[in-house]
């Protein structure tokens, strides 16, 4: 309640008997196409406002606590650049409104990591003449309670620009533009080290009987922070919502990498919050996709060393589970000593694809990489189906890596694999004459060398549930 009351304190603060829009409402936004689009803002409670826009006029009168929203019917003309008008009592005209697609990306610093600490920054910069992509950068806002507004800015792609963007957003938005032809937009909100229980409403989080040592740490602190639980998503997702978007891309997990029971409880806290989220955005199971950690950390030669990060990939893995869901692996693009690794181009294009199959039907499009299927026991071998494995090979010289099996006693060894003439993947070891389990890029940074036709890698997997 008190939340509720703090939300509506602010309103009326702020509206001043004018009309007033969010921050995302301004200058070179993008508008969702073939989507109802929301638009809402403030006014002196009772007060007419009136939303013009693409020959469309909508009209709603301000509630007892001075917000008002109209919904725009679908608009399917990408071409269209224009301006929209709020009217009241006072007049708003936003300039330069594009119709496109929209998406959400958040997360950590993987997220938040700029073109200019990526890859070939300047060539990306000299390259980056695309005027129909946006981006809306947030600024940090860590808040006790739920946000109407917050602070950010639309920003056109420029190659004066491009380098503050989110990489892994920017690649990711660039791929969907050149293959779509149809302007992009991304509301980007992330904050680097940042748990993701700080990203899902506390709502959630206190009906959850598995998250009591997550919220029982934060009882007697007082002060907000950017990891308290629902902090991020109080100031920098709550006042998205519910700003018409086709999707939301994901970059996150390394924070709550740092034990296996909370790499095992990730598990249960990413599908919740993408259902908190789309509840929340009320446009359905929406598309959400993520980035599965990448290989990270000195390389291991014991297939049997813990790896809490192994345990995260496997939980993100999991929750693919969830309808309209989609991860992009990244096991063959991280570096040993940085968490922070450049290639980001490939992350955004890893994502994009998966969108571009699954949410936009490019027939062209290459999903994913290999994963795990099914598996059976044959004599001394295991045999493993894989799926999106077209083209199965090994990339570059040498023989395949990364597998280990294991027998009842649970001890793993490395293991022989080669792949089979019907794309079967047969591994074994004369040190496990009756496997029982068999690993595929189990480690902090293991060594993997499996692809598909399209050369993308496959996705780390175990049978055990050891």
Same mark, same amino acid.
């Given at each position: ?7 509506? !304190? ?13 921050? &995302? ?23 007419? &406002? ?12 301000? +509630?007892?606590?001075?917000?008002? =929203? ?11 650049? %224009? ?27 993987? =997220?938040? =990591?700029? &073109? ?21 950068? @947030? ?35 660039? @791929? ?7 302007? *992009? ?61 086709? +999707? ?14 909370? $790499? ?8 919740? =919050? ?25 390389? #291991? ?27 992009? @692996? ?5 570096? $040993? ?10 992350? %955004? ?44 090979? *090994? ?24 792949? +089979? ?6 591994? #074994?070891?004369?040190? &496990? ?21 399209? !050369? ?11």
């Amino acid at each position: 309640m008190y939340r509720f009351f703090f939300l509506i !304190g602010f309103v009326a603060f702020s509206i001043k008997a004018e009309v007033k829009l969010p921050a &995302v409402f301004s200058d070179h936004m993008v508008l969702q196409r073939s989507n109802v689009a929301p638009v809402w803002g403030w006014a002196e409670p009772g007060e007419k &406002v009136t939303v013009q826009f693409g020959g469309q006029t909508k009209s709603a009168a301000a +509630g007892d606590d001075g917000k008002w =929203m109209v919904r725009l019917d679908a608009i399917n003309n990408t071409k269209a650049v %224009g301006e929209l008008k709020v009217s009241g009592k006072n007049t708003v005209t936003i300039k330069d409104v594009l119709v496109g697609e929209v998406w959400v990306a958040s997360g950590q610093s993987n =997220m938040a =990591m700029t &073109v200019g600490r990526c890859l070939n920054a300047d060539q990306e910069a000299a390259a980056a003449k695309f005027p129909k992509i946006r981006m809306f950068i @947030t600024k940090r806002n860590a808040q006790l309670n739920p946000q109407a507004d917050l602070e950010g800015s639309w920003v056109v792609c420029s190659q004066e620009t491009v380098k503050s963007f989110s990489g892994t957003a920017y690649f990711f938005g660039r @791929t969907l533009h050149d293959k779509l032809k149809v302007p *992009v937009g991304i509301l980007h909100s992330s904050w680097g080290g940042t748990a993701i229980e700080a990203w899902t409403s506390i709502d959630v989080q206190e009906k959850s009987n598995k998250l009591g040592s997550v919220l029982d740490k934060w009882k007697n602190k007082a002060a907000a922070n950017q990891n308290r639980p629902a902090n991020l998503f109080n100031g920098m997702i709550q006042p998205l919502i519910p700003y018409g978007i086709r +999707g939301g891309i994901w970059y996150q997990g390394e924070r709550n990498s740092k034990t296996v029971e909370g $790499a095992k409880l990730y598990g249960h806290q990413l599908p919740l =919050m993408i259902n908190d989220w789309r509840r929340r955005w009320g446009q359905g199971n929406f598309p959400f996709l993520w980035a599965q950690l990448p290989n990270y950390k000195k390389r #291991s030669e014991d297939p049997n060393a813990l790896s809490v990060w192994a345990h995260t990939r496997e939980s993100m893995a999991k929750t693919l589970w969830l309808p309209n869901t989609g991860m992009a @692996t990244t096991i063959d693009i991280g570096e $040993a000593r940085d968490i922070h690794p450049k290639n980001k181009q490939d992350v %955004g294009k890893r994502l994009a694809g998966w969108a571009l199959a699954e949410f936009y039907n490019q027939k062209d499009a290459i999903i994913t990489g290999p994963m795990y299927a099914s598996h059976k026991v044959k004599g001394s071998k295991v045999l493993i189906q894989l799926n999106h494995a077209t083209g199965l090979k *090994v990339k570059g010289d040498g023989d395949l890596a990364g597998f280990a099996v294991a027998g009842i006693d649970k001890q793993f060894h490395w293991a022989k694999a080669t792949i +089979g003439k019907d794309g079967m993947v047969e591994v #074994s070891c004369k040190e &496990v004459p009756e496997p029982v389990a068999v690993r595929y890029a189990w480690g902090d940074n293991p060594k993997v060398n499996l692809i598909n036709k399209a !050369g993308l890698p496959a996705a780390p997997f175990r049978t055990d549930d050891w």
